[in-house]
């Protein structure tokens, strides 16, 4: 059951929605966890039934181990923690890189035991979120865990599939707190805004997009030569479909959450309003970026400054080991977390490559004590970001690296003669058609607040104030209760459930 489906929107949600507030309202205490349990339940049978057993498996085991943890001395905690923390990278291994591995070393995935394998909807994101909470727990940041919250936590049905991944210790005191009946109505309204902007952004643009840039990539996957016109346009309408479609999810997800009084941290905030590929990573897929700064940078890099530091190793060197190396393992690991791909693994060694560039920039500019950068530099940087973006989306986009190198080549002017284009698959609208579409999506982009800076006055995620403030739009307003807003706010939705009769595809990011 997808979020952007008549079953989802119609029935499924309205009807957890009411159904848990009726029961926060009639039963005291973690009645109302008994709902999101099974309405979760229900949805990921829904969408995975055939991985349901291996999740379940995965929360006993992850929430036994918490307690091995806690109920053990300090050795014997690390040696718990150790051993849980592996098990989930071993599962996550297998199931998304043992295929990759075997036609790597000249076997096949289809012979014997591993002709089978097949991605668990939503492995990575539950994984992530185990894992995390087993070092918590390790580190004394939790107690023991009350089994409804924790199942209500992992099983989630707004962030089971795609996140974002969301920290036990962020989950549990929203949902152990008692709901305030007098905030049900702000919080199904807030709820409800998200879901419509989420659900118009992708399948009235981002889906609209993907009439034009699926069949380009699939023409390309032919062999069928491009110019360095469309395979610029391609790939640039490819950013923006995809920029719609994960903001559109993060906003439905968000706004699902917010019908139950949860909030969810920040997904996704305007990252193509940003100057530098730093930022660029602060923004898109943010609580990604932000667990493996939190358990793979972080712990990598603490140990290595100490290293430098003993040994005095001076400037530069001590930057190379205690922020260089841990930064290009971290951008390598997000490449690579999209699946058993060259394509994607080349996708992590570039994305890797302009942080470590980057963050040497960064440090020369620190150490010459420049001022703060103007507008033009400002726009150098954003234009600089987003051509590196576009070049990396290649691989992460083509289906093989042959593919990826025919189009790098033609970008630059060095690929095959190319035949007249073939714009898509809407009848008198091809080329046109797609500027218009592109122009549109990008003034809604620069020009006017996103969706978290639209609700600024009502709170829309956790550790909001943080946030609050930056990637000032230049059309900058937010929602009040009105007419005008509820019209503008109706026709979104109207259209939203009008273009899913044409036949709405899934999300991107699910399944990775």
């Known amino acids: 059951m997808a979020f952007n489906s008549y079953g989802f929107l119609l029935a499924f949600l309205p009807l957890t929605v009411a159904l848990y507030w009726g029961v926060a309202r009639l039963i005291p205490g973690r009645g109302r966890l008994f709902v999101l349990i099974l309405a979760s339940l229900f949805f990921y049978i829904l969408a995975a039934r055939a991985a349901l057993l291996l999740l379940t498996v995965s929360m006993l085991f992850n929430f036994l181990v918490s307690r091995l943890i806690l109920g053990a001395g300090p050795r014997l905690a690390r040696m718990w923690l150790f051993g849980g923390v592996a098990g989930n990278i071993a599962l996550l291994l297998y199931f998304k890189y043992m295929g990759f591995f075997l036609a790597n070393v000249g076997l096949s995935a289809q012979q014997g035991s591993f002709s089978g394998i097949i991605l668990p909807l939503g492995i990575s994101f539950y994984s992530f979120q185990q894992i995390a909470f087993l070092v918590d727990t390790g580190r004394g940041r939790l107690g023991a865990a009350h089994p409804l919250t924790y199942a209500a936590s992992i099983l989630f049905f707004p962030t089971i599939l795609s996140g974002p991944i ?35 952004k992708k399948v009235v643009i981002g889906d609209s997009l993907a009439l034009w840039v699926d069949p380009l ?27 719609f479609d994960f903001s559109g999810y993060s906003d439905m997800a968000a706004g699902c959450a917010r019908m139950f009084g949860l909030r969810l941290p920040l997904n996704f905030f305007s990252p193509l309003r940003v100057t530098s590929i730093i930022d660029w990573w602060r923004r898109w897929h943010m609580s990604l970026g932000r667990f493996v700064g939190d358990y793979i940078f972080t712990p990598l890099a603490l140990p290595l400054t100490r290293f430098a530091m003993r040994r005095r190793l001076g400037r530069w060197p001590t930057h190379i080991l205690a922020v260089l190396v841990p930064t290009f393992v971290s951008m390598f690991v997000i490449g690579a977390w999209h699946g058993g791909n060259w394509t994607f693994i080349v996708f992590g060694l570039l994305h890797a490559t302009y942080m470590v560039v980057a963050e ?48 790098w080549r033609a970008m630059v002017g060095m690929g095959a003669q190319a035949g007249e284009p073939h714009w898509g698959a809407l009848p008198g609208l091809g080329g046109a058609g797609l500027a218009v579409m592109m122009a549109s999506a990008a003034a809604i982009i620069f020009l006017l607040p996103n969706s978290a800076q639209f609700l600024d006055r009502y709170a829309p995620s956790l550790d909001w104030r943080s946030w609050k403030g930056k990637a000032r739009p230049l059309l900058a307003f937010t929602f009040s209760p009105g007419i005008g807003w509820g019209l503008a706010l109706g026709v979104m939705a109207f259209l939203g459930l009008a273009f899913i009769a044409r036949g709405a595809g899934g999300f991107l990011y699910v399944g990775y």
Do not use: C
């Open 217 to 243: 990539f699939a023409a390309s996957a032919q062999g069928k030569a491009v110019s360095p016109l469309v395979a610029w346009t391609m790939v640039s309408a490819y950013l923006l479909q995809l920029y």
């Open 360 to 407: 040497s920039w960064r440090l020369a500019r620190r150490k010459k004590g420049r001022k703060p950068a103007g507008a033009a530099a400002r726009l150098g940087g954003n234009l600089a970001t987003l051509l590196a973006v576009l070049v990396a989306l290649i691989p992460f986009r083509s289906a093989d690296m042959t593919t990826s190198v025919a189009l």
């Open 166 to 200: 969301t920290y036990y210790r962020e989950f549990a005191p929203q949902a152990e707190e008692a709901p305030e009946r007098r905030s049900m109505g702000m919080h199904v309204s807030v709820g409800l805004i998200f879901v419509a902007i989420g659900l118009f």
